[in-house]
DNA sequence: AATTGTGAATTGATTCACAGCT
DNA sequence: AGCTGTGAATCAATTCACAATT
């Protein structure tokens, strides 16, 4: 993934630590799927890709509950970074730009077990391939009212690069506090709201750059 | 973006600097568009997102050839970035699982025209919802051939999470080199094999933790 | 006069090493 | 005995400050 745009500006825990506390829940949901009660931050660490220490570092920064001696007791630790994450509530989120990417998003209905639902797509024109969408595709018109009435706060920006900073400022103004960018320009946005951007070509040429052999 | 699961292990320059030169050369590729010869640190870096010195520092990585009291030459520095990337030659990359996210992502032909081309899918059942997918699914017992044929290095991954762990163990038998990493678990692979992930639930996930007031 | 290139300083993240619990 | 929690040490990345160049 590409770094965000900010830096963590929030509070104490430092932005890479909140990523990998996502990737924890994730390891613990499938230990608690194999009937494993208790881990130890070795074992976890292994299947999170990390050393032990910076395990524990991390968890250190959510307070103190293992159990010296025995390790850190799975549910119990699940909760906790949960919480952390504000990850309990299911949170609402608008589609912008339904064109190639953005329809592939809609169609991907795999976030919602992970707590998050496409309530809706918008786009300027909402007449072109609206042919199998899962989801209702609304005019950009329609989005600010939406907003406000369904309490929206974050959106998955999947428009071309041309209008992406344009639709950024409709989103900001319209109270938008999080993007998902996935157009590969750099968002200008004030300080109070955050961006994440993915950029699928950019994680390809990454790789090959990694791949191939030096000229 | 999630971190890549390795350490830089290949040469000098730095992971984070590949990743940012990959974004220089997608602005410089907007300057040309507008007919800009010539560009300074402070300017590329603002379209950039990154601080001139941070510009300056990561461009070093690859010799100098700005001007000084002038700039950089557009056409020049994207040449050579893009020499650097690896960026000329277009990549075959197959794809693997073509359930809901795989087909989302075999329907986006975005990658096309960044250097890279989806030449093939495959998938255990080849029978599923084949509906109307721009490229042929082949069965997965076609791939060594198809690997082997078509000189493929690179593969998309986005099989469930029950199989990525079994499915990358054949990728790497049959000689790829790197894998964008859709499923949610960490792989193991050997130290030859570049992995690079991508989450969009920990990406929303992350979002939504820094955008909601602490409890 | 403007702007690059870069050593030195700073800031941040990771890892080590071990003290402290259970 | 085993494993967590953490201050100190190390390593890496960023930023500063300014000399060098056109």
Redesign the interface.
Same mark, same amino acid.
């Given at each position: 993934? %590409?770094?965000? /745009? #900010?830096k963590t500006?929030?509070?104490d825990i430092p932005? #890479?630590t909140?990523?990998r506390l996502?990737?924890y829940l994730?390891?613990l949901a499938?230990l608690k799927d194999n009937q494993m009660e208790t881990v130890s931050s070795e074992a976890l660490a292994k299947?999170?890709?990390v050393k032990p220490t910076q395990l524990r570092k991390d968890l250190a920064y959510l307070g103190h509950f293992g159990t010296r001696g025995l390790g850190y007791d799975v549910l119990e630790l699940s909760r906790k970074i949960s919480? &952390?994450?504000?990850?309990s509530r299911l /949170?609402p989120?608008v589609l912008i730009g339904v064109g190639?990417?953005g329809?592939?998003?809609l169609? @991907?209905?795999?976030?919602e077990k &992970?707590?998050?639902e496409i309530v809706a797509a918008f786009d300027v024109d909402e007449s072109p391939p609206q042919k199998q969408t899962a989801r209702p595709v609304l005019d950009m018109r329609e989005l600010p009212e939406y907003v406000r009435k369904h309490h929206v706060?974050?959106a998955i920006l999947s428009v071309p690069?041309a209008a992406a900073q344009e639709v950024t400022n409709q989103l900001v103004d319209y109270g938008i506090?999080?993007?998902?960018n996935f157009s590969? +320009?750099?968002l200008d946005v004030p300080e109070s709201v955050?961006v994440?951007?993915?950029? %699928?070509? +950019?994680? %390809?040429?990454? %790789?090959? @750059?990694? +791949?191939?052999p030096?000229?």
């Open positions: 993934m %590409l770094d965000s /745009q #900010k500006e929030r509070n932005r #890479k909140i990523y996502s990737v994730r390891c499938r299947v999170a890709g919480e &952390e994450l504000g990850t /949170q989120v190639n990417l329809r592939a998003l169609s @991907y209905r795999g976030f &992970e707590g998050f706060r974050m690069a506090m999080g993007i998902l590969p +320009i750099v955050m994440n951007n993915v950029n %699928l070509a +950019i994680e %390809l040429e990454n %790789l090959s @750059y990694f +791949i191939h030096r000229h």
